[in-house]
């Protein structure tokens, strides 16, 4: 609560810190590296909320937003911790968004796929990890998800998820898991 006093409250609370590689194979992870996966984007999510709801809560007003990839609907061989750390950040902006429901206060889940940034040149080797199914949905330069993220606050949105050809293969998972899971375990790496 200091950090409320000191900078006061934050209209829009976003979650996006990014630290850890994009894929870890779980036979290949050493323990500690699952909660360090666990701790960058959920915890920090989830303290960064509880930071700064309870003062958007006692306005009646604010947006939380919570940024995930596309690994947390979609699954491959060899993303065990990455796709389960981004799941967790869907649970916590369902939660957030049962608890706020009524208040006035928010939540928006911002789902992307491949967004052109630093993160491939900070997590050396994740960038030739990506599913081969990544070359059917168009790379997205920061601006565009910026603005992506933008057009969803201003339209008051719960969910955003681009680029559209993202949104093709999400509907299609979500009415043909498994057909889904085999394609994504077709045109992934092998050898993990």
Not at 23 to 40: D, E, K, L, P, Q
Not at 100 to 129: C, H, I, L, Q
Request: glycine fraction near 8%; charge should be positive.
């Amino acid at each position: 609560m200091k950090l409320v006093a000191i900078i006061g409250v934050c209209p829009i609370v976003d979650d996006q810190l990014r630290a850890f590689p994009f894929i870890f194979a779980m036979t290949r992870n050493r323990t500690g590296r699952a909660a360090g996966m666990m701790a960058v984007p959920y915890l920090a999510a989830f303290y960064v909320t509880r930071v700064f709801l309870p003062a958007m809560l006692k306005c009646g007003s604010g947006r939380c937003v919570f940024v995930t990839s596309a690994a947390s609907r979609l699954v491959w061989p060899g993303a065990a911790g990455y796709t389960a750390a981004r799941r967790a950040l869907c649970g916590l902006f369902e939660a957030v968004r049962g608890e706020t429901a009524g208040t006035g206060v928010g939540a928006t889940m911002v789902t992307f796929a491949k967004v052109r940034s630093d993160y491939w040149a900070n997590n050396p080797g994740s960038e030739e990890r990506v599913p081969k199914a990544q070359a059917a949905i168009p790379v997205l330069s920061v601006e565009q998800a910026a603005r992506a993220i933008l057009k969803g606050l201003e339209m008051d949105k719960e969910e955003v998820i681009e680029p559209t050809a993202l949104r093709l293969f999400l509907t299609w998972n979500h009415w043909y898991p498994a057909a889904s899971r085999k394609m994504m375990a077709r045109l992934s790496l092998i050898g993990f």
